[in-house]
């Protein structure tokens, strides 16, 4: 035991920085800003292209209050720099040449992360996905733009991923409707990869999530979140939305959607196990002592898997299932009395000097105990081959209490008797 010991690191993460490019201005564009402002673990870099190349009108470059789009800064040497990329309604105008683009496709692959929030221009030629971007996009246009309205709804993925899992407003299954307001365009695609966890009309995917490489990718086939922020037949719940999306593609742990931990609470350890699969596998759980049991997890809701085990020993356990791991620890991390088990006196001997005790090693039996002796305060209390109690010789009264052996009426009764007993045997 005195071998191993736990220790409990904090991670602090620096500040995430997200790019965020606007291809046009328009209603939900300052939506992305204020949400991505108000974070403050967030460091947001901002443009919306105004004047493309193509935009012609004679005035001169001196008297322009725009500054140039600096592309190749952000998209060749600091890109790196950045955790997330966010595209929001852009389109295809020369601005960005192809190999810029084909370097935020090998971002994604590399580690980073990519948020698409699709316009009309996403079903035209001048489509993202007409773009290298195209091999890490998981949802390819059909050409067709709906723009009728509707209310987004949850897949039965949605209802199990952490994203979209338990938004406000969300109905409990898929059989009722959502209590939000309605968007009136959804970009019509083909899923080609990833989760579908929202959706439109006929079960079009609305927002569709993947991973690829070491990098993660999301597709949100509607510019219209804003209308909830705007409170359109009762808004809905953007700013959670976007907020878990935003924070799920920069690898929020309790975001992930395959999750394994424990909590301990005195002698119950709760196993909870987050899955996007059908059922969860057992747990094998490992005591300090090294001994194993197996957990069978019971649903509890959608993608939650739990269970309650019962603790009989102090220590770290260890939870794994096929796919993770997890460690919980049972009372004190390191408990002092196994920082060092080997049978010493120097813990004690601060305590044994500041009251003139003894040590005795006990290497026999009954022979080999010290005797015991009454001593006064001011001898030693301890020799070679004995131990002494001192008799302190002290003593307080707190309190005197006294109490009649018989009620007054009944000592006289029998005093009387007594005395009448007497004269009659006297009488004889």
């Keep these: 035991l005195n071998n191993r010991a736990v220790i409990v690191t904090n991670g602090i993460r620096d500040r995430l920085r997200v790019l965020l490019v606007s291809g046009e201005p328009h209603a939900g564009e300052r939506t992305w800003r204020d949400l991505l402002k108000a974070d403050p673990s967030v460091d947001l870099v901002h443009f919306t292209i105004l004047r493309p190349p193509e935009k012609q009108d004679g005035t001169p470059i001196g008297e322009l209050s725009l500054i140039p789009f600096p592309t190749r800064e952000l998209f060749s040497t600091k890109l790196e720099d950045f955790d997330l990329v966010i595209f929001d309604r852009y389109r295809l105008r020369n601005v960005l040449p192809m190999i810029y683009l084909g370097n935020v496709a090998r971002f994604v692959e590399n580690g980073g992360a990519l948020l698409t929030a699709t316009g009309p221009a996403f079903a035209t030629p001048f489509s993202l996905f007409r773009s290298p971007l195209s091999a890490v996009l998981p949802s390819q246009p059909t050409g067709d733009i709906l723009g009728q309205g509707y209310k987004p709804a949850l897949t039965k993925a949605g209802y199990r991923h952490p994203v979209t899992a338990n938004l406000p407003g969300a109905p409990s299954d898929q059989t009722a409707a959502p209590a939000w307001g309605r968007w009136f365009r959804l970009i019509d695609t083909r899923q080609v990869s990833g989760n579908a966890l929202m959706e ?92 194993t049991e197996s957990a069978v997890l019971a649903q509890t809701s959608e993608g939650i898997w739990t269970a309650d085990i019962s603790l009989e020993e102090m220590g770290l356990y260890r939870l794994k299932d096929p796919a993770l791991t997890a460690v919980a620890t049972s009372g004190p991390l390191n408990p002092k009395e196994f920082m060092d088990v080997r049978a010493t006196e120097d813990i004690l001997a601060p305590v044994i000097a500041a009251t003139g005790g003894g040590v005795f090693w006990v290497r026999g039996g009954a022979t080999a105990l010290p005797d015991l002796r009454r001593v006064r305060r001011d001898r030693d209390a301890a020799g070679r081959n004995w131990a002494g109690l001192i008799k302190n010789e002290r003593t307080r009264v707190l309190t005197v209490s006294q109490t009649a052996l018989l009620e007054p009426l009944i000592a006289l009764v029998l005093l009387l008797g007594v005395l009448l007993m007497g004269w009659r045997r006297e009488a004889r």
Excluded: Y
């Design 200 to 291: 439109g009309p006929d079960e079009r995917p609305l927002l569709v999530l993947d991973r690829v490489g070491e990098g993660r990718v999301a597709q949100l086939m509607s510019d219209q979140a804003w209308l909830w922020k705007r409170g359109f037949e009762g808004g809905g719940p953007q700013a959670e939305l976007l907020r878990r999306l935003a924070h799920w593609l920069m690898k929020e742990p309790d975001l992930e959607e395959e999750v394994l931990k424990a909590v301990i609470t005195g002698n119950e350890m709760h196993i909870t196990r987050r899955t996007m699969a059908q059922n969860a596998s057992p747990v094998t759980i490992t005591a300090p002592s090294g001994a």
